[in-house]
């Protein structure tokens, strides 16, 4: 079992920056590919990035591509996602999932066996 919990959302400026953190707890020996997605529509969650274990390769959805940064720290169990140049479009409830099984593509939520209980990011006008 993984427990993950986000942090750091809140209610920003368009243009303003927000650092999300996502530490997971419990089966914490294994590394795994980490993931953000966000609520966009009723239940449907967008791919907003991802994480392999060591770091090493990051993945971004198109939208967000240029403004947001996934790292990710293994020795405190966390995974970041830094948020630049927000627009209201952005504003969305943030997941981060993690992938303890391997294989699958990083982009779709069913590759994720793990997942937080989101945390709100707003962005005004």
Do not use: H
Not at 10 to 30: D, E, K, N
Not at 77 to 84: I, P, Q
Not at 108 to 120: E, F, K, M, P, R
Request: hydrophobic residues 30%.
């Amino acid at each position: 079992q993984v427990q993950l919990e986000e942090s750091g959302g809140g209610l920003v400026q368009a243009g303003a920056s927000l650092r999300l953190s996502c530490v997971s707890s419990g089966r914490t020996s294994s590394r795994y590919i980490m993931g953000w997605f966000r609520r966009i529509a009723d239940n449907e969650r967008e791919f907003v990035g991802a994480i392999t274990d060591s770091g090493s390769i990051t993945y971004y959805g198109d939208s967000v591509k240029g403004r947001f940064t996934i790292s990710r720290d293994n020795a405190k169990n966390t995974v970041y996602l830094d948020m630049n140049s927000l627009k209201p479009e952005d504003t969305a409830v943030y997941y981060c999932a993690a992938n303890v099984r391997s294989g699958g593509t990083v982009y779709v939520t069913t590759t994720y066996d793990y997942w937080g209980q989101g945390t709100q990011v707003t962005v005004s006008e």
